[in-house]
Every structure is written in C-alpha cells, then in structure tokens.
Nanobody, 121 residues
Framework: QVQLVESGGGLVQAGGSLRLSCVASGSVFKIQRMCWYRQAPGKQRDLVAT???????NYADSVKGRFTISRDVTKNTVYLQMNSLKPEDIDVYYC???????????????WGQGTQVTVSS
C-alpha cells in the first residue's frame, strides 16, 4: 500500500509562484515513478510532470520552462515548483504514484486527494 498526501495549493496572483508537495508513505520502495496531474471542472485529468525512480523528468508542453518537478528521497517527497502562474493553470492538482504490484508482478496506481491551485488575474 502507498499513501499520498498533497499540500501547498492556494491562491496566488498571475505571475506568482507556488510549490506543491507530495509525501509518500507505506511501501515507498515499490514506487517506480511519480507524476503530477491537474484537472479543471468538466475537463480531463491531464499529466503535468513526471519523475522516474532514476530521476528523469518530463513535462507537458504547456508548463515547460515554468514548472519544475523534483524529489527529496530522504523525505519520500516530490515537489512541483510552479512559476509564472497563469489563470489557465487553475486546477486541482493530484499526485500520482506508479508502483509494482504484489510479488513484483503488474503495476498499481495510487492517488492523493488533490490540492486546489487558484490564480487571480
């Protein structure tokens, strides 16, 4: 079992910054990669950024150059630094972990409860 808890959301002005945190607990040794997703009301849940167990990162085109995903392995925490925020970044942001299944077979997804990011114009 893996549990994820997000924090760091809030209200900022356009052009401002926020840093989201996702703390993993439980069977953290099974996690292969972690991602940040975001979802606006009535919209699909979209992938924002990914960091693999080996430290490789990928970003959605819409956030490249503005957002940075990073990790602190000792704290089992993944961060999403969000700079130059825009009103179109208003979403609930979700932390996702992809982990190996029981006995190393298959894979399982775990989700946090989400944290709201609001950007005022």
């Amino acid at each position: 079992q893996v549990q994820l808890v997000e924090s760091g959301g809030g209200l900022v002005q356009a052009g401002g910054s926020l840093r989201l945190s996702c703390v993993a607990s439980g069977s953290v040794f099974k996690i292969q990669r972690m991602c940040w997703y975001r979802q606006a009301p009535g919209k699909q849940r979209d992938l924002v950024a990914t960091i693999t167990k080996g430290g490789s990162t990928n970003y959605a085109d819409s956030v490249k150059g503005r957002f940075t995903i990073s990790r602190d392995v000792t704290k089992n925490t993944v961060y999403l630094q969000m700079n130059s925020l825009k009103p179109e970044d208003i979403d609930v942001y979700y932390c996702n972990a992809q982990a190996t299944g029981d006995y190393g077979f298959g894979a399982r997804d775990y989700w946090g409860q989400g944290t709201q990011v609001t950007v005022s114009s």
